[in-house]
């Protein structure tokens, strides 16, 4: 049988309670160092919650490139088999205007201006509303689920659209999930968590390592007759985390 490790189901019903109970938008930060299951808790949450998933993700490598993250998510949408239709929806839902300024993301929907990123202080106003005006339009369909994982790359650009949308776009119909490793001091990462966390518009959710009642929960769905044993060598090996447990396992089959 396949290898559960997530022991975070109090976390899923917190992600739940917050979708549920919030009356106004909140970015919801899911933390944790590498391994720990940060993802995996956001895309089964994701996976349950329905609604249009968008996903995106940072890459170190990639940090040079304003909006990368918001880019991939956004062009999930191309390989959708209503596309067409999805693009004859949004041209006739949306003024020329904000069609041309959301294309720079995602050129797919037509009728986009080439310039050159970075962009004026003017120029990516209007290019955060564009996109803030598609996700709107977006949501009349089905409520979007907005997914960027390990923030700790993003961009400057990215984090500041991120900021925008969390306060200008409507609860019920945006969710905004986010991973990052340890938010590093004096970052620009740091600067928006600082910042939505004065404003009331943000949830931090801290993931932290399998204690030893976790494993032994998790040893005895894996050999009933041996879960102590198990998680005697299991518990010192891994150190809890997640991700060299599920290794481990696999090693010792």
């Known amino acids: 049988?396949?290898?559960?490790?997530?022991?975070?189901?109090?976390?899923?019903?917190?992600?739940?309670?917050i979708l549920q109970s919030s009356s106004s938008q909140k970015l919801i930060l899911i933390e944790g160092e590498p391994g720990i299951g940060k993802t995996r808790l956001a895309e089964d949450?994701?996976?349950k919650a329905g609604g249009l998933?968008?996903?995106?993700?940072?890459?170190e490598l990639e940090r040079s490139l304003p909006y990368q993250p918001l880019i991939e998510a956004l062009r999930s949408l191309t390989a959708r088999s209503d596309w067409k239709a999805l693009v004859a929806f949004l041209h006739d839902?949306?003024?020329?205007?904000w069609i041309r300024e959301a294309a720079h993301l995602l050129p797919e929907l037509g009728e986009s201006e080439t310039r050159p990123l970075p962009l004026a202080d003017a120029e990516e106003s209007r290019l955060w509303e564009g996109v803030h005006r598609l996700l709107e339009a977006l949501a009349e369909i089905e409520p979007v689920r907005l997914f960027l994982d390990d923030l700790q790359w993003a961009d400057r650009s990215t984090l500041g659209l991120l900021g925008y949308l969390v306060r200008h776009s409507e609860a019920a119909r945006l969710?905004?999930?986010t991973t990052a490793r340890e938010v590093p001091p004096r970052s620009p990462?740091?600067?928006?968590?600082g910042t939505l966390t004065r404003e009331d518009r943000l949830?931090?959710?801290l993931l932290e390592r399998l204690q030893e009642r976790d494993i032994v929960a998790l040893t005895r769905r894996l050999s009933p007759a041996y879960a102590y044993p198990l998680a005697e060598w299991l518990g010192p090996a891994s150190e809890g985390n997640p991700y060299?447990?599920?290794?481990?396992?696999r090693y010792a089959r």
């Not at 839902?93 to 205007?97: A, G, K, N």
């Not at 060299?244 to 396992?249: I, P, Q, S």
């Open 175 to 177: 969710l905004i999930l």
């Open 93 to 97: 839902r949306l003024p020329s205007l």
């Open 203 to 205: 949830e931090r959710i």
């Open 53 to 59: 998933p968008l996903s995106g993700a940072a890459r």
């Open 1 to 17: 049988p396949r290898v559960e490790i997530l022991p975070f189901v109090g976390r899923q019903a917190e992600l739940e309670r």
């Open 45 to 47: 949450f994701l996976q």
């Open 244 to 249: 060299v447990l599920a290794e481990l396992v």
């Open 189 to 193: 990462l740091a600067a928006l968590v």
